[in-house]
């Protein structure tokens, strides 16, 4: 807003205090106005080759394994879009694909941002090969599912992940060594979304990093194109490998670091 110095009546300060309504109106920031620029040049950056040979294998023989793990009973619970009602009691397609990468990949050390009722939670716990190795640490700023606090292989934190006070109860709870899989599936924002990565990947040191809803708002599809652009062959979105993982207007997808 311009600051109103004037104080006294008459026709002159009238005008000037249109032209400021005006001006105020007029306005737009020049950090905001450059942000559709920035997007458009990293859009333009990003290449435009296949997904990498042996990632586009790891997301295959995921899949591939997770239809033969039982999933039946796991659900996603309550949706929390639009203003559906009903609970969602069978797996999602995804709930597979996670589930055999997990198997695929022998993940046993996993960090989840964005827990809700737990249906992904169950389904990377289903997917581990001994389930007495599993550790998968869960946060959520909601406590859904008291079922979850019952699991020994499963600590739910409660809170903002970007907090400071989740952030310390995560590195307490996993930096003995670096994690498997970092599973992402939150705010879906652009700042929320990186500064998860960013905090997680640097402290917890994930082997792989899943991010959900890559492409669902401009958000998070100028997050995914600053990844790409940044990681290349190194980021895929599954649904370039297996179209069936998730619906095509929000994408899923996958980022091999070691
Ligand atoms: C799409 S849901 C997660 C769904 C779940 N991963 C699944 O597939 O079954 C997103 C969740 O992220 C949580 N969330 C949003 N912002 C968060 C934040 N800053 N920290 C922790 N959780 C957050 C929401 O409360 C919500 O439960």
């Known amino acids: 807003m311009t600051t109103n110095f004037s104080d006294s009546r008459g026709p002159r300060n009238a005008v000037s205090g249109f032209l400021r309504w005006l001006a105020d109106r007029l306005h737009v920031s020049a950090g905001a106005a450059t942000i559709p620029e920035f997007d458009q040049r990293l859009a333009s950056k990003v290449s435009r080759t296949k997904p990498d040979?042996?990632?586009a294998e790891i997301i295959q023989r995921a899949w591939t394994?997770?239809?033969?793990?039982?999933?039946s009973d796991v659900g996603y619970g309550p949706p929390h879009w639009k203003a559906e009602g009903k609970l969602h009691e069978t797996p999602f397609p995804y709930y597979f694909f996670l589930a055999g990468l997990v198997r695929s990949q022998n993940c046993k050390r996993i960090f989840e941002i964005g827990t809700h009722y737990?249906?992904?939670?169950?389904s990377?716990?289903?997917?581990?090969v001994s389930q007495s190795e599993m550790k998968i640490v869960t946060v959520d700023i909601t406590d859904l599912n008291?079922?979850?606090?019952?699991?020994?292989?499963?600590?739910?934190?409660?809170?903002?992940?970007n907090?400071?006070?989740v952030l310390k109860s995560a590195v307490l709870a996993l930096s003995d060594a670096p994690i498997d899989l970092l599973y992402v599936d939150a705010a879906h924002e652009f700042l929320p979304t990186i500064t998860n990565l960013g905090l997680y990947i640097?402290?917890?040191?994930?082997?792989?990093?899943?991010?959900?809803?890559?492409?669902?708002?401009?958000?998070?599809?100028s997050l995914w194109n600053t990844i790409r652009v940044t990681q290349g062959s190194r980021a895929v979105n599954c649904l370039d490998v297996i179209q069936d993982i998730r619906t095509p207007n929000v994408g899923f997808g996958l980022l091999r670091l070691q």
């Open 65 to 71: 394994v997770g239809q033969t793990i039982d999933l």
């Open 118 to 122: 737990g249906g992904s939670t169950y």
């Open 53 to 55: 040979a042996t990632l």
């Open 146 to 161: 008291p079922n979850l606090h019952k699991i020994q292989a499963i600590t739910k934190i409660i809170g903002d992940a």
């Open 124 to 128: 990377m716990l289903r997917g581990g």
């Open 163 to 165: 907090g400071e006070a």
């Open 202 to 221: 640097l402290l917890l040191r994930p082997r792989f990093v899943v991010i959900d809803d890559i492409v669902l708002n401009e958000g998070m599809r």
